[in-house]
């Protein structure tokens, strides 16, 4: 695979390390993976945002050890850092939709450093999702 895109729509710890996870092991691969944050998700993009992800639903008592779980498997525990790890594949590419931006007050302003800025959905559909090899939403 050279290609994928992925959808990331929920800032749930649980919700979001799953896509972060196969953008990591892709992008280390070489695989380009573009990366589109819409709705609570984009708030991952900012400092605040990625310093807030917790579990919200069902698992939240057991969060301390999923945590542990995540680092004895050898990844950042810390959403926050994953994004960092992610970044410096050199292969992922991480962009905020526009509209959420606009809804959850995320702009250049406050969006961290391994951001590829705020995109229009359509853009990234047109452009990076349909030719990918691979799509996900999550």
Excluded at 10 to 29: H, R, V, W
Excluded at 52 to 66: A, D, T, V
Aim: include cysteine.
């Amino acid at each position: 695979m050279k290609s994928m895109a992925i959808i990331i729509r929920d800032d749930s710890y649980d919700k979001i390390l799953t896509p972060l996870g196969f953008a990591y092991l892709q992008g280390a691969e070489g695989c380009q993976v573009d990366i589109l944050f819409v709705s609570w998700a984009v708030r991952a993009l900012t400092e605040e945002g990625a310093s807030e992800i917790s579990i919200r639903e069902g698992h939240c008592e057991q969060e301390p050890w999923m945590r542990k779980q995540v680092a004895n498997a050898g990844f950042p525990e810390n959403i926050r850092d994953l994004i960092t790890a992610v970044h410096s594949t050199g292969s992922v590419n991480l962009y905020a939709c526009s509209m959420a931006a606009k809804i959850f007050g995320v702009d250049d302003s406050n969006m961290i450093p391994e951001s590829s800025g705020i995109v229009g959905s359509s853009w990234f559909l047109n452009e990076k999702a349909v030719p990918a090899d691979y799509s996900q939403t999550f």
